[in-house]
DNA sequence: TGAGGAACATC
DNA sequence: GTCGGAG
DNA sequence: CTCCGACGATGTTCCTCA
């Protein structure tokens, strides 16, 4: 009579009841089995069991592990307790990677679990040994029948080839493996060839671990940047894309993983070349192995595990994936290692519109180098037809709307789209919250989630954009949730990808609106200048690409009620820089005062009147009083200038000017009565009576500005003529005590240059003085500041009741270095967390500059910042010298 | 019904 | 609005 | 020099949930 298999079940991890014991959990568990020294494999458990070499990587890497160890020799046998006795054999994957074999002493049941294993002899591992089991749990990331690895001398030997080749061209070949493991083998496999080898840092590293162990391994030196020359680099694949390595000139670069059987590898990585370098076993090797352990029950897990599973069940060996739907767990930390996908989907990929654009966008995202993305979209434009190219190009540049003015928001942030991601994969919150703080990254999240449970059809651009128009219609999250959730399903994750960071307005690909200017510009052989100037004055890059296509970008002109984008100022700190400047040129500065309001655009022809925000939306619904005054205008214009909050005798301020803002329905006492009364203070004309000004210098639209009658509600802020630096000194204090923010100093010879922060305007601001606070709490970052406490709460000090209370938030005005330093500084001070926030020791000093102090609700001293930002961190300062409340009511009152 | 959160837009 | 960083 | 990303406070709207 046979035993009893002993008993496996798969809870975030593997977990073996009968003994309690964990092997490869993700999280920390009281005892675990610790297969080798990836960093996934290795959570902060009560005890560990590992072999002893792994310990000794361990250590190397991460220091002394808390937990209780449990080292082990190759076949030293352990008692875990009465019933169970086990040992470890080794598994090939890495150095010192284990197998562990169980044996259940009552009825001498036995399970082997191999972790990670290769069965071919490696170059810097131990040789896989193989036991017979009665139960065997194997991973299977290449489970299917097409992985077969050419010999590994064949394929060391065109790695070795590509290393020569690239060499002789003067050219440095890199090698892409990951820093513990296949690096190593990578090395040791070069030995016979003698090449001269450099390591990346992290490898290096790790190498010097390897070497204690090790004879057989080439002579290597620590990668120099500043010399790479005549070396090959072998450095792991999360630095590939790191500044350092892209400024590398003439590299050539090769990706060592298994996935390199696949034909998209090269296109997936980005590199020049792939080689089937593995640490796993491919198909035959999977084959071979059970053969030898015989056992009578498999369960699989990772890659192909549910298929591998069916192959041997045909075989007639009773096999079953661990759980197909925990797969993602364990996949994706090794995904975060060695920057894979590990799943490749991609024959269920279907060919449509949507899933070129997101191979485009995501080509993008991979490229480095302006000239080949603007190529790349360059090519991709050329194909589309007319309406397809505006699309895409809105597409590309987060935006859905082809008609500016018909501009609607979504309505779908992070919150709708989680919600829907979570839906259609049915995963649950916490699985989705690991996913993404492993991932950071919105995209790859996205992938990952949607991977394997959506069924793609066909999508075209036409219909996307419907998606888009019906979200933007769609009342409610709940409404948005369902054609989110309907879109995602008909979608492959690829495309859910490109979906969902349009969605939440977070492409993130390194495509800037003025890379595709460049890229239309030579898609269609037109002048990148004139592309430009098209974009500024439709204000939308999808009907420039289609006029750049039609070849009529050179008939464009400003129209009355196309708004454009508007003329900026750079900000100058003094009167003297402005001076500098501009004064030199002709002699003569004008000055206007900086009111505090919101920028808007009068248009008006006969009659017909439209208002305009900066970023070219209408304002109709929120100043109809205005727009309605303006029809009394006798001339045709385009009109610049501030909407500001303005009573005879009364100061108002852009406090009282906001609560008029975002406004939809405006009751009838709501201009009438209570409201907050505004005027348009024009400073620029734009076009006048059939004619565009642009061109023409400030001096000569403003001459024509002048001439024009204002009706009610209307108004033209006065100039004043400055010719040396006092002079703008004394405008600027001047401005101040009528209450604005300081001065725009204008160049009087200088056109309207459209959407530019130019040099011809340059704003004067007052500073303030500065604020000393504490930090209280640090937060971390988001994006590229994801991995760093780059968000600072800040307080002052009540003298009454000793307290600490927080006045603000910045990060502006911080290099990275220093954030770094003070994100070190508050791991180590931190007293406690609740989410991604920390409370820290009150001991980092800050000196904060900002525009002004104003009460407010959101912090419990009662007052926040306009426009705070971190002067200095202040070392020679301690929490005694911080601020008080006290001085905070002066500075806000006075 | 009222508080609270998300999304958006303004600076 | 602010700022630092990268091309 | 110019662009971009990653950040600040605050208002309104709209929806959800207790």
């Not at 034909?263 to 593995?278: G, T």
């Not at 995202?365 to 505006?390: I, W």
């Not at 949607?450 to 128009?469: H, I, K, M, Q, Y």
């Not at 959101?858 to 005694?880: C, E, M, V, W």
Request: aromatic content about 8%; hydrophobic content about 40%.
């Amino acid at each position: 009579m046979p035993p009893d298999p002993i008993q496996v079940r798969y809870a975030g991890g593997i977990h073996l009841p009968g003994m309690d014991l964990w092997l490869d959990p993700h999280r920390a568990k009281s005892t675990a089995f610790v297969s080798h020294a990836h960093a996934d494999h290795f959570a902060k458990h009560e005890t560990i069991i590992c072999s002893e070499r792994t310990h000794a990587l361990i250590r190397k890497r991460y220091g002394a592990p808390k937990s209780k160890v449990i080292p082990l020799a190759y076949g030293e046998r352990y008692g875990f307790n009465e019933d169970y006795h086990l040992y470890l054999l080794p598994a090939g994957h890495i150095f010192g990677s284990a197998q562990i074999y169980l044996t259940r002493i009552s009825d001498g049941a036995t399970l082997l679990y191999t972790g990670d294993f290769k069965v071919r002899q490696s170059y810097s591992a131990e040789l896989i040994e193989a036991e017979k089991a009665d139960t065997l749990i194997m991973e299977t990331t290449f489970g299917l029948p097409h992985f077969r690895f050419p010999p590994t001398e064949e394929i060391v030997a065109s790695i070795v080839k590509f290393c020569r080749e690239t060499l002789e061209e003067n050219e440095i070949p890199i090698l892409f493996g990951y820093s513990l493991g296949k690096a190593q083998e990578i090395l040791a496999a070069l030995t016979d060839a003698r090449l001269p080898v450099m390591l990346h840092k992290t490898v290096y590293d790790m190498t010097t671990v390897y070497e204690q162990f090790q004879e057989t391994l080439p002579e290597y030196t620590k990668l120099d940047f500043k010399a790479p020359g005549g070396h090959v680099l072998i450095m792991p694949p999360s630095v590939g894309r790191s500044q350092a390595v892209r400024r590398l000139r003439n590299t050539r670069t090769a990706m060592l993983s298994g996935w390199a059987l696949q034909s998209s590898a090269i296109y997936r990585y980005q590199v020049d070349a792939v080689f089937p370098l593995s640490d796993h076993a491919d198909y035959p090797g999977l084959m071979e192995y059970v053969a030898r352990v015989q056992p009578k029950l498999v369960y699989t897990l990772h890659g192909y595990a549910a298929e591998f599973a069916r192959d041997l069940r045909e075989q007639g060996t009773e096999a079953w994936s661990i759980l197909t739907d925990n797969q993602l767990d364990l996949d994706l930390a090794v995904d975060r290692e060695i920057g894979e996908i590990r799943r490749d989907s991609q024959e269920s990929r279907v060919d449509c519109e949507v899933a070129v654009l997101s191979d485009v966008s995501q080509a993008v995202a991979e490229t480095t180098g302006k000239r080949k993305k603007t190529e790349l979209l360059a090519n991709y434009f050329r194909t589309l037809s007319p309406a397809n190219l505006q699309r895409a190009t809105l597409f590309l540049s987060g935006k859905i709307f082809i008609e500016p003015t018909q501009r609607r928001a979504l309505g779908t942030g992070w919150a709708v789209v989680r919600k829907a991601l979570l839906k259609v994969s049915g995963m649950n919150l916490a699985r989705y919250r690991d996913i993404s703080q492993a991932q950071s990254d919105a995209g790859r999240t996205t992938f990952l989630v949607l991977n394997g449970v959506t069924r793609p059809t066909a999508v075209s651009l036409t219909e996307l954009e419907d998606v888009f128009v019906s979200l933007a219609n769609a009342q409610g999250p709940v409404a948005k949730n369902e054609i989110i959730c309907d879109v995602l399903g008909r979608l492959h994750p690829s495309e859910g990808r490109l979906v969902v960071q349009i969605l939440t307005n977070d492409l993130r690909i390194g495509l800037k609106e003025g890379l595709l200017e460049e890229a239309i510009a030579q898609a269609f052989e037109q002048p990148v200048a004139t592309v430009r100037e098209a974009h500024m004055l439709l204000g939308n890059l999808g009907q420039t690409a289609a006029a750049a296509h039609a070849k009529t970008l050179n008939t464009l002109s400003l129209q009355p009620f196309t708004p454009v984008k508007c003329m900026l100022a750079s900000p100058e700190p003094t009167a003297v820089a402005i001076w500098d400047r501009l004064g030199c040129e002709s002699n003569e500065v004008w000055l206007e005062d900086k009111l505090d309001g919101i920028r808007a655009q009068f248009h008006c022809v006969d009659g017909r009147t439209e208002l305009f925000s900066r970023d070219l939306r209408s304002l109709e619904g929120e100043f109809p009083e205005v727009i309605q005054a303006g029809q009394a205008f006798q001339d045709n214009m385009v009109l610049d200038g501030e909407l500001i909050a303005y009573a005879e005798g009364k100061k108002l301020s852009f406090f009282d000017l906001q609560k008029r803002l975002g406004r939809k329905r405006l009751n009838g006492d709501l201009f009438f009565g209570e409201a907050i009364p505004v005027r348009f203070v024009a400073f620029d004309l734009l076009w006048c009576n059939g004619h565009s000004l642009l061109k023409e210098p400030l001096v000569e639209r403003r001459r024509l500005l002048d001439e024009l009658d204002l009706p009610e509600h209307f108004a033209i802020v006065p100039v004043e003529k400055a010719a040396n630096a006092d002079a703008i000194e004394d405008a600027f204090k001047q401005a101040r005590l009528r209450d604005n923010e300081g001065l725009i100093a204008k160049d009087p010879q200088s056109p309207y240059a459209l959407g530019r922060r130019g040099k011809s305007w340059l704003k004067l601001k007052k500073a303030m003085a500065t604020l000393d606070v504490v930090v209280v709490y640090a937060e971390q970052g988001h994006g590229k500041r994801s991995h760093v406490l780059s968000d600072y709460t800040f307080a002052v000090r009540d003298t009454e009741t000793e307290q600490l209370l927080v006045i603000g938030k910045a990060y502006s005005g911080l290099t990275d270095v220093e954030i770094e330093d003070l994100t070190e500084h508050f791991t180590k001070h931190t007293l406690g967390k609740s989410g991604n926030k920390r409370e820290v020791e009150p001991n980092v000093i800050l000196e904060i500059a900002f525009d002004s102090i104003n009460p407010s609700k959101r912090h419990n001293s009662g007052y926040a910042l306009r426009f705070p930002r971190i002067k200095a961190i202040r070392q020679d300062k301690t929490i005694d010298d911080i601020d008080t409340l006290a001085n905070v009511r002066k500075l806000a009152e006075g």
